[in-house]
């Protein structure tokens, strides 16, 4: 409750390792967001817009939503990164995978 009214203390905003920004509330397509020390990673988050896609050869209309990984490579390998991102594209696209 306090973290929605925004009454957070700063010690209880301390010691995180990965952060999440979501714009999407606000329209906004795409973003990257820069880490915030000392964490390894934090993920963007936009908006969910209605796109044309090809799915079977044919053009048919997706909710489509963009995110951006930001990684400190000292810490995250890219290829653990972007292994991170397929995975978490794979469990939004089919969500009853994790009921599995």
Known sequence: ARTVSK???????????????????????????????????????AATVKKPVVINNEIVIRPMMNMSLTSDHRLIDGLVAAKFMTDLKALIENPFSLLI
């Open 7 to 45: 009454k957070l203390l700063p010690d209880e905003q301390m010691g995180s390792t990965f952060t999440i920004s979501n714009l999407g509330m606000y329209g906004v397509s795409h973003f990257s967001a820069i880490i915030n020390q000392p964490n390894a990673a934090i993920l963007s988050v």
